[in-house]
């Protein structure tokens, strides 16, 4: 059966979600504000599509196909689409509004909210009740039935959380709905029934807790790596002791510069002030974003002192500005703060990043002092130090006497645990890691 299909939203998890479903068969409308399929080039438009792998190939081919148009007119979205598809980025939330509004005031038919944006909890029912009071308004008897389902995917590898989901967890009350979209995510739920129904409101919950409890076992992680570093212990062999207990496992137990992103830190953020705003106390996440906000400024420390905390007049080369590999996003991003910081001590900063320097360079516009270069060799020379900021694949096996030639002193900040201890011992590198590596001074 081929359904309508409406996805609201200009972000990378929107792209891939309009284009996933109309890879099936469906017919959808991506809803993207201001842009005329017709009067413009997607990518011109949209030149960061391309950093996803496989997302740029999928799109042309299904708007080759027809399946898939991409429009500024949400009136027509909120009339042609059955599934209304919110995935909207969190400070979103008037995008969503307006949204809602005209859906109210246009439909001609029974439709489904599914809301894939991640909201403050209660807030997708607040959505679907401005529908149903606009129906009511206009007197007609049009149903809109309401589906919170959080969006796990991850940046680098959309597609394939998308169309190999490890949990489909639908928030509804109607089953009708219900029925429906197990219909539609039929083809990505063939191997084993991967799908969960519980409340609005627990869906809801169930994105925040889960966000939180990742960034708890970082936060912890960093705390671990601190003591490690006291003691004289090398915290990459704790992580793999902890992470044999069956209890506990390997997933986000690397230690490192701290977490960023548009999820976990804002997401966070904003779960903590829920639960106090309820009147819960909420120390836990409140302390886990303390350690990482303590956390993000970690290889300073570290720099600081190894240099007899007198930065000014040093460059330094930093490898990777993304907030994690296989993606082009900063926001949050513990290399940018470092940068911040660096700059503001009247360092030099000698940059690169395979994926984000676009971003990179409208974040930080013509800042005296900081230099964006062509390759990570371009980066070393005539620097004082290397700092390792992202784990992207091309930083893992360097060229160690090239390092050792280009800089002044060889000295090795990173923030990834990416390099052998003992080897840049053997090699008469200097190497800061999170945890391991030589003590500071």
Known sequence: MVFKCTVYGQSLVAFVTAACLADNGNQVLLISDGFDQSQGDLLSVYPWIAAEPGLLALVHLNLKAGRLVVSGDIEKGAIEGYFQYLQLSAHERPVAEKIVGVLGRVMTGDKVLVNRSLFPIGCSEQLQTQVLAQLTKRKVTYQCALVVEPDFRVEGRLIADFTRPDRIILGSTDQLAISQLRDLYSPFNRQRDVVMVMSPRS??????????????????????????????????????GLGSDSRIGYEYLYPGAGFGGPNFADDVAAFSQTIQEAGCEGRLLEAVLDINSSQREVLF??????????????????????????????????????????LDQGCAVQVFDPAAMTKAKAYFGERIGLAFCENPEACL???????????????????????????????IFDGRNLYDPALMERLGITYYGIGRGAPVP
């Open 381 to 411: 020379q005539g620097a004082d130090a290397l700092v390792v900021m992202t784990e992207w694949k091309t930083f893992w096996t360097p060229n160690f006497d090239l390092i050792k030639a280009e800089l002044k002193q060889p000295v």
């Open 203 to 240: 869906a809801e919950l169930t994105k925040y807790s889960v966000n939180a409890m990742l960034a708890t076992r970082i936060s912890f992680m960093n705390e671990v790596a601190e003591v490690a570093e006291y003691f004289g212990a090398d915290v990459e062999e704790v992580r793999l």
């Open 301 to 342: 420390r570290k720099a600081w002192r190894h240099f007899n905390m007198n930065l000014k007049g040093r460059t330094f080369a930093v490898w990777g500005l993304s907030y994690k590999p296989n993606s082009e996003g900063i926001r949050n991003a513990p290399s940018i703060h470092l940068i911040s910081l660096l």
